[in-house]
């Protein structure tokens, strides 16, 4: 174990290199204070874009460049890479784990920005076959089953086969299903039409379920019934009011709003339903008294702090404060805020009871449809259709970090959207089945662990 203690000024520590993180970490480059940001990865990762590294449109590098070059120049913030399993509230350190290094680090002001993982609501085991998209191994192992399916339909003479390799399935009408499908139907019948001898790509089922009785159920309206009515002129076939019970590796069981049960037969399914907030979060709230809400998000003070504990301060995905959605520019302002805060009190003594209450500016949200549509609300605007996604084609070119990722970005897009060329394609077999091979190590290391434990009771 290393305790790595910093140096002698006002020590902040800030757990996450995603949006919250990062953004908090860049706000303190000029404050009297030493930063310590640790992440379990070693990129900040630009999620909203994630579908797009899925479907072939954009590299890794685009949307994920590494969290130490992007602070490279920032003197007064450093980078730990490690898993935060531990948070102590009274002795002020987090804990953290790389392979079979434990690393402890102190500190003075803390900011918890964790983020959120994929909820299945109670039923895990359905992430064996319907992974969900969160991160850029997500991403890849994606891109390899969508066209993993393509490539084994191509091989099949069994018609019966052939449509459940070429039936896919997004769990989840909300933006990043509604992307994700539009995508998947964009592949099929513009990028890989023509590719194949035995199939036609254009062929294949793109299904879009979700529980509730539309798409983009946060716009409702204008705005859901234009997605709609895009994604169906994709050839995406929406079913609402579908509940999902059960998903194995052939295809899931989805319950209609009668009660009446159905099959859908589809080897390649994603689940973009529900998020659940770091497991870090319940620990926050254990020792602080803090409330949790069903969604693993801490409710935090006006200051976004916790309770008694003015220096923590708990942002973007993982707080729960006047009903504030998972947005990215949440997060960033909830790190600019947390970072301004503190910069107050090492500076100029601000009592924490002074502080104004964290003001979230909205400035919309947006979706893109397929390309050259999208759906954008800001305030009372509604933006459709090739309007909105020049609106959405600069917000994402302005949010994403580095000169170097907007070009590289940009050409991209000229490319996947002017012609029908996609430039990352490729997947490999790790991509495919290397979450579920760890997965599997890690359930028999768990096995043992537990067997090793009952024989030290029994022998003692
Ligand atoms: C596919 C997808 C599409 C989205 N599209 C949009 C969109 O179009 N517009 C929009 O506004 N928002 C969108 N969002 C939501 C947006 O990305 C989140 O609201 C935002 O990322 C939240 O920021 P955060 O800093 O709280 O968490 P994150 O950005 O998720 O960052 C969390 C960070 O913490 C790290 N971490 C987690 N646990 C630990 C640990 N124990 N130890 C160390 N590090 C840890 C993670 O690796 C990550 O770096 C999308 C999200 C997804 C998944």
Redesign the pocket.
Same mark, same amino acid.
């Given at each position: 174990m290393s305790v790595q203690s910093g140096e002698s000024r006002h020590r902040v520590v800030v #757990?996450? @290199?995603?949006?919250? *993180?990062l953004f908090g970490t860049q706000a303190l480059k000029n404050a009297d204070v030493d930063v310590t940001l #640790?992440?379990?990865?070693t990129h900040?990762?630009f999620?909203?874009l994630?579908?797009q590294v899925a479907t072939g449109i954009l590299s890794v590098g685009d949307i994920a460049p590494a969290t130490r070059m992007i602070l490279r120049k920032q003197k007064n913030a450093r980078v730990l890479l *490690? $898993? /935060?399993?531990t948070i102590d509230l009274e002795n002020k350190t987090v804990t953290?784990q790389l392979l079979e290094r434990r690393t402890v680090t102190p500190f003075d002001s803390l900011i918890v =920005?964790?983020?959120?993982g994929q909820s299945y609501f109670g039923n895990d085991h359905f992430a064996e076959f319907a992974p969900g998209?969160?991160?850029i191994d997500d991403a890849l192992e994606l891109r390899g089953r969508i066209l993993g399916a393509f490539e084994q339909a191509e091989l099949s003479d069994d018609p019966d086969e052939r449509a459940r390799l070429l039936t896919f399935v997004v769990v989840g009408a909300g933006?990043?299903g509604v992307?994700l499908a539009g995508q998947i139907a964009e592949l099929s019948r513009r990028t890989l039409r023509e590719a194949f001898r035995h199939i036609d790509s254009t062929e294949a089922r793109v299904v879009l379920l979700d529980g509730a009785p539309d798409v983009l159920p946060v716009y409702g309206g204008k705005l859901s019934r234009k997605t709609r009515q895009t994604l169906e002129g994709l050839g995406v076939q929406i079913q609402l009011n579908a509940m999902v019970t059960g998903v194995d590796a052939d295809g899931l069981t989805v319950k209609e709003k009668d009660g009446t049960e159905r099959r859908i037969e589809s080897q390649c399914k994603v689940w @973009?339903a529900g998020v659940a907030a @770091?497991p870090?979060g319940k620990q926050l709230a254990e020792q602080s008294g803090a409330g949790i809400d069903r969604a693993g998000r801490v409710e935090v003070l006006p200051d976004l702090s916790l309770p008694g504990y003015p220096n923590v301060f708990v #942002?973007? $995905?993982?707080m729960s404060l006047d009903k504030l959605p998972?947005?990215?520019? /949440?997060?960033m302002q909830g790190?600019k805020y947390a970072a301004k805060q503190i910069t107050a009190s090492v500076e100029e003594g601000q009592d924490p009871a002074q502080r104004a209450p964290f003001r979230y500016f909205d400035k919309g @949200?947006? =979706?893109t449809i397929s390309r050259f549509s999208a759906v954008a609300k800001v305030g009372k605007l509604e933006i459709t259709g090739f309007l909105g996604w020049i609106a959405w084609l600069f917000v994402h070119l302005l949010y994403l970090v580095g000169f170097s990722s907007k070009v590289s970005t940009l050409l991209s897009w000229a490319q996947a959207f002017f012609s029908t060329g996609r430039n990352q394609m490729a997947a490999t077999e790790q991509q495919v089945f290397g979450r579920l091979a760890i997965q599997r190590l890690r359930t028999e290391e768990d096995a043992a662990e537990a067997r090793e434990a009952v024989a030290r009771r029994e022998a003692g």
């Open positions: #757990i996450g @290199s995603g949006f919250g *993180g #640790i992440g379990r990865t900040h990762l999620q909203p994630l579908y *490690g $898993d /935060v399993e953290s =920005a964790a983020g959120a998209m969160k991160t933006p990043t992307e @973009s @770091s870090l #942002i973007g $995905d993982m998972g947005l990215a520019q /949440v997060a790190g @949200s947006m =979706a």
